[in-house]
Structures are given as structure tokens and as C-alpha cells.
């Protein structure tokens, strides 16, 4: 599965001996993606990517997944990032010592055992725009997840694809910068994204009692927003380096990112401002969500202070007593990235270098114990 580990391991080498290995596959889209990087044989013979370090290569130091999310394409990929489609994916192993190549081998992996069916709705059908994933063939009622992405705007894929693939329906919803929409970051009215959540509710196999909207940076205002306005219809929250307050429009900054009946809700233009002197009713009210909270951040986040953020929610529902759980996992190392929380996907230079190298490896093993985390959270809906 694209969410579970690979163990990748050469045996047969000469001890101390320096070899390269090199993971290649051709994703849906057509597009090639390779990694590669140099390790030098244990006193047995052995490289196994859980315990060797990189001498040189495309991450470094050890992660025993290193070579799959590392991966570059070798043209620009569409989605941004490795596409995965409906059938398994074969990826090529082949390892090089000695000025030769010494072993080779292919193992598959797919997004899901299951097969997955993706609906897409419009604005003039339904009211909205998205991407509904689910697994067509199961009657069970299971909780679903409403998925809100942030800058630069546009449909959230991957990431509904990959819920849907653990069993749980997710409504990918594009907000602006998708032809139709806003083109901007700017008075985007909440019921906007009712209209996603009510839909949602009535479609089959999902239980109406235990859907999730999840929001990743910018979008995890609109999540908190609709559980604090809509607490009929949103059971829990997902704020994914997440702000506690209502920022102003983007790029201007020079009105209300959101709206309701109409009326600018209050927002602030002092980024990493937990509590905005400019307008401190622009903190979001969590603690009205009448549900569980699920939070995560990094603390080397360059984007914005998504841990003093964090931090400043949990510590509004800590004040108020709150009745329902609410977690946060910051990470250290991590950066802004970590709020893709899909672990082991590779994605394209332009995503790497926003991120730095460092940090995008800090975001990479992060997600890789964010990702069962979130879906023992939703398993508890």
C-alpha cells in the first residue's frame, strides 16, 4: 500500500564494500521518478536501508523509506507530486558497485487494495467544486472527511484519494484559484462549504453522525469556522499547521478571507500573531466545535508559526474546560510541509525547494507517524 513501508535490503556484497542503489517507476501520469544514493555494505555483506546511512544520494543520513519519497520526476509532473491512478504501480530496484551493475529487482505498490471511485462535482450541479473519493462497494457507514487545502488554492487530490483508500469517503473542495471560482483568497463564504458538508452527509456509506472537515494552513480557519458556525454538521476538526485566527484576505490582505450570511467574519493582518492586537476577535471561538480536535505543526515552519498557533488552540480549550479531546503533535524539525500529512509521497522540485531539503526530510518522517495518528483519530469518530 502507498501509506505502508517498503523494506529494502542488498545482501551478497563484499564487507565495506560501497554500492549504489537506484528505485525507479513510472507513475500514472507517465512521468519517470528516480532516487538514488551510495551505502557501504555492512561487515556481512549487507545494506539495509532501515539501519545504513547515506555516504551520498538523493536524502540523507537514514530512513529506511528514503528512496521512495525522495524521488525527483524527470519531467514536471501535473499533479505536482507522484501520480498514482487505479492499478499498482511496478517500481525498479537496481543496484551498481564496483563500476557494474550487481542485482536488480521490482516489487509493486498501490494506492489501494480496494477499488476506488472518484466523482467530480460542479458548482452549477451542487454548489460547490470537488473531488468525491470512496469505495464504491461497501454499504457500511463510516466517518467521512471534508478536505480544505490551502495556498496557492486549487483541488486537494492526494490526500482524499489516500483517506478514502484507509476506508474513509473524503470530499476534496477547491475554494478559488479553479476556473469558476474565486481567483483569490478573499470573501469566500462559508456556506460555500455547507453545501460540501450537506451533500456529504447523504451520500452512501458515509455516517452523517461523524464527518470531519480537515484544513490544511489556510484552510484550517475555514475547518474551524464551519465547526464553531455548522456544529449539526461538523463533528470533528483536522487543523494541519493550522492558524488560530481569521487572516485577512490573499494575496492583498486588504479585506476578510471569509464571509457568513453576507458579513465579513473578523479576521487580522498581523501574521504569527496568536492573539492579533489589531482584532483579537479575529481568535477563532474553538472551543463552540462540538467535537474532538486534531492538530499538528512544525516548529521549524517558515510559513507561518503553526506551533505557537497550535499551542494557542489547545490552550483556549484547555481553558474553557473543554468536554472533547484535543491533541497536538509538533515536530521539531518539520516545516510547513508537514500539513500534507500523506506519508512516503514524492513530490515535484518546486514543492522540495519551498520546503528546503532539510526540512522536507523533518516533514517526510513527521507524516510517516502523523498519518496512523489521523486515521486512529477518524477510526474513533
Known amino acids: 500500500m502507498a501509506d505502508q513501508p517498503v523494506q529494502i535490503r542488498v545482501a551478497g556484497l563484499v564487507g565495506g564494500q560501497r554500492a549504489t542503489v537506484q528505485v525507479s517507476p513510472t507513475d500514472a501520469a507517465g512521468v519517470r521518478w528516480q532516487a538514488s544514493a551510495v551505502y557501504r555494505a555492512d561487515a556481512e555483506g549487507d545494506i539495509d536501508l532501515n539501519s545504513a546511512a547515506v555516504l551520498s544520494g538523493s536524502y540523507s543520513d537514514i530512513s529506511g523509506m528514503g528512496l521512495i519519497w525522495s524521488m525527483q520526476p524527470t519531467k514536471t509532473p501535473p499533479l505536482g507530486a507522484y501520480s498514482w491512478g487505479s492499478a499498482p504501480r511496478m517500481f525498479a530496484v537496481s543496484v551498481n558497485a564496483g563500476g557494474a551493475r550487481v542485482a536488480s529487482g521490482e516489487f509493486q505498490r498501490t494506492i489501494s487494495q480496494a477499488h476506488l471511485t472518484q466523482q467530480d462535482e460542479s458548482v452549477s450541479a451542487n454548489g460547490f467544486m470537488g473531488q468525491y473519493w470512496h469505495a464504491g462497494t461497501t454499504t457500511t457507514r463510516r466517518p467521512a472527511v471534508l478536505v480544505l487545502d490551502g495556498l496557492p488554492g486549487g483541488m486537494p487530490t492526494v490526500l482524499p484519494a489516500m483517506l478514502a483508500a484507509s476506508g474513509y469517503p473524503a470530499l476534496g473542495v477547491a475554494y478559488f484559484k479553479e476556473p469558476g471560482l474565486p481567483q483569490t ?4 463564504p462559508l456556506e460555500y462549504f455547507a453545501k460540501a458538508l450537506t451533500w456529504l452527509a447523504h451520500q452512501p456509506g458515509v455516517d452523517p ?24 454538521l461538523v463533528h470533528a476538526v483536522i487543523g494541519s499547521v493550522p492558524s488560530n485566527a481569521a487572516n485577512c484576505s490573499y494575496p492583498s490582505c486588504a479585506g476578510p478571507a471569509w464571509t457568513l450570511h453576507d458579513k465579513p467574519l473578523p479576521y487580522t493582518h498581523d501574521y504569527d500573531s496568536p492573539s492579533p492586537p489589531d482584532d483579537p476577535a479575529a481568535v477563532i471561538p474553538d472551543q463552540r466545535i462540538n467535537g ?27 481553558d474553557h474546560h473543554d468536554q472533547w479531546s484535543h491533541v497536538l503533535y509538533p515536530y521539531p524539525k518539520a516545516g510547513h510541509g508537514v500539513g500534507s500529512l500523506v506519508p512516503y509521497e514524492p513530490y515535484g522540485p518546486a514543492t522540495v525547494a519551498a520546503e528546503g531539503s532539510i526540512s522536507f526530510q523533518a516533514d517526510q518522517e513527521a507524516d510517516a507517524q502523523l498519518w496512523p495518528r489521523l486515521l486512529s483519530f477518524l477510526a474513533s469518530l
Open 292 to 318: 474532538p480536535v486534531f492538530l499538528d505543526c512544525g516548529e521549524d515552519d517558515q510559513a507561518w508559526t503553526s506551533c505557537p498557533y497550535g499551542q494557542a488552540i489547545v490552550n483556549l480549550l484547555d
Open 185 to 188: 483568497l478573499s470573501d469566500i
Open 209 to 232: 453522525s461523524a464527518i470531519a472537515v480537515l484544513g490544511i494552513s489556510r484552510g484550517s480557519e475555514a475547518a474551524q469556522l464551519l465547526g464553531v458556525h455548522y456544529p449539526s
